[in-house]
Antibody
Framework: QVQVVESGGGLAKPGGSLRLSCAASGFTFRDYYMSWIRQAPGKGLEWVSS????????YYADSVKGRFTISRDNARNSLFLQMNSLRAEDTAVYYCARDLRPNYATYEFGYWGQGTLVTVSS | QSALTQPPSASGSPGQSVTISCTGTSSDVGGYNYVSWYQQYPGKAPKLIIYEVTKRPSGVPDRFSGSKSGNTASLTVSGLQAEDEADYYCSSYAGSNNLFGGGTKLTVL
């Protein structure tokens, strides 16, 4: 069955860095757009970034542009999010999500991981 | 990249119908038929319940339905059940990015 499992969350200081990973299984990873979505404590969902099948097309939310970098390794069925210059407002649960259908990009997230908590605090 | 607008709360009694609205612009909701809805229970990951405005993934009860008129999409939950009490989020493709609504807490009275 389809599974996406996030890891790498934890505590970071303001201005610090963290690298999130998402391990995918149960589907042909290279055929799907992948995304990161976050949810601050007690708040709503916020789209963070998406990456195309091969990684050639990447989009970011304005709130993270220039600080976060999304990437993927199709040979290892893995998605990554490098987070630099972290701010308190980046504190959130970060979800890895897969598009619903293969070979198509509609940003309709059919599968989600359980999330990994990132806390930015001094 | 402004969020889509949802009412913060909605409620209904068991068996009744409730509709949650999601308002965007012609650059997102009104411009594409890629509006989706998600159900989220406390402490859990969101679950896709509607995609492409009106379609339901396999396993989602037909009590959940979606529609769109202009820049506003809607989710209707018919025959409310206690288990429908959750947070609901709309989402729309917006070209080079994606937008979520602020979320609606649905209470079953």
């Amino acid at each position: 069955q389809v599974q996406v499992v996030e890891s790498g969350g934890g505590l970071a200081k303001p201005g610090g860095s963290l690298r999130l990973s998402c391990a995918a299984s149960g589907f042909t990873f290279r055929d799907y757009y992948m995304s990161w979505i976050r949810q601050a404590p007690g708040k709503g969902l916020e789209w963070v970034s998406s990456i195309s099948f091969s990684g050639s097309t990447i989009y970011y939310a304005d709130s993270v542009k220039g600080r976060f970098t999304i990437s993927r390794d199709n040979a290892r069925n893995s998605l990554f999010l490098q987070m630099n210059s972290l701010r308190a407002e980046d504190t959130a649960v970060y979800y890895c999500a897969r598009d619903l259908r293969p070979n198509y990009a509609t940003y309709e997230f059919g599968y989600w991981g359980q999330g990994t908590l990132v806390t930015v605090s001094s | 990249q402004s969020a889509l607008t949802q009412p913060p709360s909605a409620s209904g009694s068991p068996g009744q119908s409730v509709t949650i609205s999601c308002t965007g612009t012609s650059s997102d909701v009104g411009g594409y038929n890629y509006v989706s809805w998600y159900q989220q229970y406390p402490g859990k990951a969101p679950k896709l319940i509607i995609y492409e405005v009106t379609k339901r993934p396999s396993g989602v009860p037909d009590r959940f339905s979606g529609s769109k008129s202009g820049n506003t999409a809607s989710l209707t939950v018919s025959g409310l059940q206690a288990e429908d009490e959750a947070d609901y989020y709309c989402s729309s493709y917006a070209g080079s990015n994606n937008l979520f609504g602020g979320g609606t807490k649905l209470t079953v009275l």
